[in-house]
């Protein structure tokens, strides 16, 4: 079966840190351009990073700077490293798949929350 | 930045109903326009790609129609687990990738 499971959500503080991670299982995680999505509560969607096969990374321009997003392909692992958090970061994050061919994401993981809060 | 606008943000609808939301970008993306569903405490599911093209497995109730700005998604008859929210989504060229602000069908 084809999955991808959120995980490293949690609360904490403004101004720290955190890493989610994202466990690609079923399909061939190295060939797919990967991405996280956010939605806060309540709110819609809001794309927050991609990563292509290549390494190659793109944000917008909300987190540029402060989220880094990486992959582990012997893992089939995607990571979201958010460093200088804020309270307008807090959300519900979703890994989600690129599919090559529909230019669509076709998967997506259940989501994982992060809390930002003192 | 390409902004899509979606409309309504809000129907009303009856089991059986045809439902029509509409989702403008602010300059052209070609057919490259994704339709999402999204029930509370779920994560979104792709019904659309290229605009026209039905997922696999996505009832053929659900169709895309569009190009250039103008986008819509139509539900011929709509079913009781169709209630839910609908996002549009551009991806003609990031960063970055947008979505519109979603519509929410509820039942009348």
């Known amino acids: 079966e084809v999955q991808l499971v959120e995980s490293g959500g949690g609360l904490v503080q403004p101004g720290g840190s955190l890493r989610l991670s994202c466990a690609a299982s079923?399909?061939?995680?190295?060939?797919?351009?990967m991405h996280w999505v956010r939605q806060a509560t309540g709110k819609g969607l809001e794309w927050v990073s991609a990563?292509?096969?290549?390494?190659?990374?793109y944000y917008p321009g909300s987190v540029k700077g402060r989220f880094t997003i990486s992959r582990e392909n012997a893992k089939n692992s995607l990571y979201l490293q958010m460093n200088s958090l804020r309270a307008e970061d807090t959300a519900v994050y979703y890994c989600?798949?690129?599919?090559?061919?529909?230019?669509?994401?076709?998967?997506w993981g259940q989501g994982t929350m992060v809390t930002v809060s003192s | 930045d390409i902004q899509l606008t979606q409309s309504p943000s809000f129907l009303s609808a009856s089991v059986g109903d045809r439902v029509t939301i509409t989702c403008r970008a602010s300059q052209g993306i070609s057919s490259y326009l994704a339709w999402y569903q999204q029930k509370p405490g779920k994560a979104p599911k792709l019904l659309i790609y290229a605009a026209s093209t039905l997922q696999s497995g996505v009832p053929s109730r659900f169709s895309g129609s569009g190009s250039g700005t103008e986008f819509t998604l139509t539900i011929s008859s709509l079913q009781p687990e169709d209630f839910a929210t609908y996002y549009c989504?551009?991806?003609?060229?990031?960063?970055?990738?947008?979505f519109g602000g979603g519509t929410k069908v509820e039942i009348k």
């Open positions: 989504q551009q991806l003609n060229s990031y960063p970055p990738l947008t």
């Open positions: 079923g399909f061939t995680f190295s060939s797919y351009d």
């Open positions: 990563i292509g096969t290549a390494g190659d990374t």
């Open positions: 989600a798949r690129y599919g090559p061919g529909i230019d669509a994401f076709d998967i």
